[in-house]
């Protein structure tokens, strides 16, 4: 799943390549042409492959897959010139007040059996991946590396991501299966110091025994600092 500007042909091809489905978005003005279903003539020559050019305004050959106040979802599999593919197209209409169509997206996916509610779930959930890239900069060092050879550099990105996979693991355990989860790496680091401090100074007290207690305590001390969910 990519944003609209990686639907370049190199990256289609090279994820399709290794049987992977790719999904994105297309452009407004995205050159796409109807297959033709019907009978064909008895004549020489080769037999009609399209149907015409789609226009968004009409979708006269797409299929209503649902429909509430406020957004229509149609589907069709559809003819990519750019790609020389068959692609599945879903056009996402937004819905006025008055029942028009005030505007659309124009959502695809290479595997041309995949249903259209899978393709538009997978694309709406792209952004999910920003949060992985944001907590592996801010709180887990990945660009705070001096190393040059590509060897390297992917070492230290695996240790990063191996990390923050660890984080989720534990806050998934914590949470008893991830109902109502709300994952905030900073938050496990302030928990992890203050978990860290509480040892320290009852150890200097000769009270490492009683460190466990330190979780049931109505003051929740270990959770100082955290951030309301």
Known sequence: VADGNYAKELIVETVTEHGLPFISRFPHNANLKYLYTG????RR????KFDGKVDFSGLRHFNLVSETSNERVWTQVVWSVQWAREVRAVVIQQIGKKGQ???????????????????????????EIELIFRDAK??????????????????HWN??????????????RAAEGGQNLVFSLEDMKRRAYNALLAQVILSKLDLS?????????????????????
């Open 209 to 229: 025994a009683r460190f466990e207690e330190l979780e049931h305590l109505p003051s929740s001390p270990l959770n100082f600092g955290l951030k309301a969910a």
């Open 138 to 155: 801010q709180f887990l060092g990945s660009q705070d590396v001096q190393l040059r050879s590509q060897p390297g550099i992917e070492a």
């Open 39 to 42: 009978e064909h003539s008895r």
């Open 101 to 127: 169509a005030i505007g659309y997206a124009v959502l695809f996916s290479t595997a041309v059996t995949m249903p259209a509610h899978e393709v538009i779930a997978l694309y709406r959930s792209r952004f």
């Open 45 to 48: 020559g080769r037999k009609k």
């Open 159 to 172: 240790v990063v991501l191996l990390t923050l996979n660890l984080c989720r693991l534990e806050a998934l």
